[in-house]
């Protein structure tokens, strides 16, 4: 590997990546943009590249996979496949959610396990990074479905995690029913009550404002970004994409910094609702998908909005965009159709949303563009806070929580500014967040010796 040329190195570390991990499109993907931001900054700094810091941060510490076999309401048998990515212990123990989803695969956890390590450092709490799950779909299950699942999933994972190794939380498919199910397997089977699992239950360990923090955290960052420019979220026109536990948090926050949201999506179509998604339409949205579990077309209908069937909503006109659903959902083609339509701010509150062509033409076009291990990290963050009251014993209020979330992420924007602003004054988000991540998870890893 060329150690002077960063352009060389970047394209070396690169082929080094994909040759030991071929076909894993997703991961060379998050990874590739990462060495590209830090290419510049390893070629000045040699230690991190003398102690192969970046070839053993892209090793996972270790990769379980397991079979989950469960039963159906009907009696019928079936096995998923179950999976967890022990991506990185250095500054804390593996703390991730669990993605229950049928497209799921080793390279799609690998990716999300590298970006965590990152996110997680970002958040200044001591956390390393993991994430894993199945390609079970709990679309269409009954609860007792899920139930059994849960229990079959979690037999095996609590084998490998606990309150200090390794804390798994929900992401796609796994929310407060998910968690409660496999928590509750957990205890039974260690007969212990602990902080092992994140985004419980109020009533038996959870923190306030968790289910909330993901999508409130993206849109704190989007303000702290507009900020700069003397500028705020009131009165922009927002699309969001996604329907689940982002999207609808991320919507209720720029309700409340009074701008307009107008759009949401599921895997079938997106809705648009030009005169804006309010408070009522938003209850009936999170009715709709954290009660009986339907399709975002059901909105269209009620509220007699367009619907586009099989689209995203990056054809709509906005001035700010906030993409909540799933990787690779905003290709090039959509991008220039954001720009072109004069969008200037995009924060990823899903992880990896943005393509690498995407990418690539938002940092070009100098708009205020958030990396989702910056955006989105409030989540991880309050899961955090959650464990720290869990340990000690304690609950923090409403308003404490959101504080905290609050100056955290008004913190990751500030790391981001020092480590990303460009000599114009203008800020490379992805450059900043990669260069803040890593500083702290290599450091950390130089201290402990070849771990
Ligand atoms: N839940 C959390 O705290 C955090 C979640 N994230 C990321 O946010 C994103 C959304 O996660 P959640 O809202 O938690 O999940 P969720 O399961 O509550 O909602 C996922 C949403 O994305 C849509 N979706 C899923 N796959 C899709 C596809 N292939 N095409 C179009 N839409 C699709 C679903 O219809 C649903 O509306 C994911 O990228 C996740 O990794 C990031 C940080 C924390
Ligand atoms: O709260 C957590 O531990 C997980 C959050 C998560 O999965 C993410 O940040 O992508």
Same mark, same amino acid.
């Given at each position: ?15 080094? *990546? =994909? #040759? ?30 003398? #102690? ?7 090793? %996972? ?33 593996? =703390? ?41 779909? %709990? ?71 968790? %289910? ?35 999207? /609808? ?39 709709? =998908? ?20 099989? /689209? ?61 291990? #910056? ?9 955090? *806070? ?34 990303? /602003? ?8 992805? =450059? ?20």
């Amino acid at each position: 590997m060329n150690f002077r040329d960063p352009a060389q190195y970047t394209e070396d570390f690169i082929s080094y *990546l =994909k #040759a030991k991990n071929p076909r894993e499109n997703e991961f060379h993907q998050a990874v590739s943009v990462v060495v590209e931001s830090l290419a510049e900054f390893l070629v000045k700094n040699p230690r991190y590249l003398q #102690a192969k810091i970046l070839e053993r941060m892209v090793e %996972p510490e270790r990769v379980i996979m397991f079979r989950v076999p469960w039963s159906d309401d009907l009696g019928n048998i079936h096995v998923n496949r179950g999976y967890r990515v022990e991506m990185n212990s250095a500054i804390g123990p593996y =703390k991730g959610g669990l993605r229950f989803h049928p497209s799921v695969n080793l390279s799609i956890f690998k990716f999300l396990a590298f970006e965590q390590v990152l996110k997680n450092s970002l958040t200044s709490l001591p956390m390393g990074g993991g994430k894993g799950g199945s390609d079970f779909d %709990p679309k269409g299950k009954s609860d007792n479905e899920v139930m059994r699942f849960c229990q079959s999933f979690a037999t095996e994972l609590s084998r490998h995690i606990g309150p200090n190794t390794d804390i798994p939380a929900g992401d796609i498919g796994v929310g407060g029913r998910e968690v409660g199910f496999m928590f509750g397997q957990y205890k039974r089977l260690r007969n212990e009550f602990t902080g092992v699992f994140t985004g419980k239950g109020i009533e038996w360990g959870g923190s306030l404002i968790r %289910p909330e923090a993901t999508g409130y955290g993206t849109v704190y960052f989007a303000e702290e970004m507009l900020k700069m420019r003397g500028d705020s979220i009131k009165g922009k026109t927002v699309a969001i994409s996604g329907s689940g536990n982002v999207a /609808q948090y991320a919507v209720e926050k720029v309700l409340d910094m009074g701008g307009k949201p107008v759009t949401l999506s599921d895997s079938n179509g997106t809705i648009y609702d030009p005169e804006g998604i309010d408070r009522k339409k938003l209850e009936y949205v999170k009715i709709l =998908k954290n009660g009986y579990r339907g399709r975002i077309k059901e909105y269209a209908e009620e509220y007699n909005v367009t619907y586009f069937e099989n /689209q995203r909503p990056w054809s709509v006109k906005c001035d700010v965009a906030l993409p909540c659903a799933t990787q690779n959902e905003i290709s090039g083609e959509d991008a220039d159709t954001l720009l072109g339509n004069g969008c200037f701010v995009v924060a990823e509150g899903a992880n990896m949303p943005s393509t690498y062509e995407a990418k690539h033409k938002f940092l070009e076009a100098g708009i205020l563009y958030a990396p989702g291990k #910056a955006a989105n990290a409030g989540g991880v963050a309050v899961s955090g *806070l959650e464990m720290t009251q869990n340990s000690m014993r304690i609950n923090w209020t409403r308003e404490e929580v959101d504080q905290k979330l609050k100056t955290i992420m008004v913190n990751i924007h500030n790391t981001c500014v020092k480590y990303g /602003q460009n000599p114009d004054g203008s800020v490379n988000y992805v =450059k900043g967040a990669n260069i803040a991540g890593f500083v702290k998870v290599a450091n950390s890893m130089i201290a402990q010796g070849l771990v």
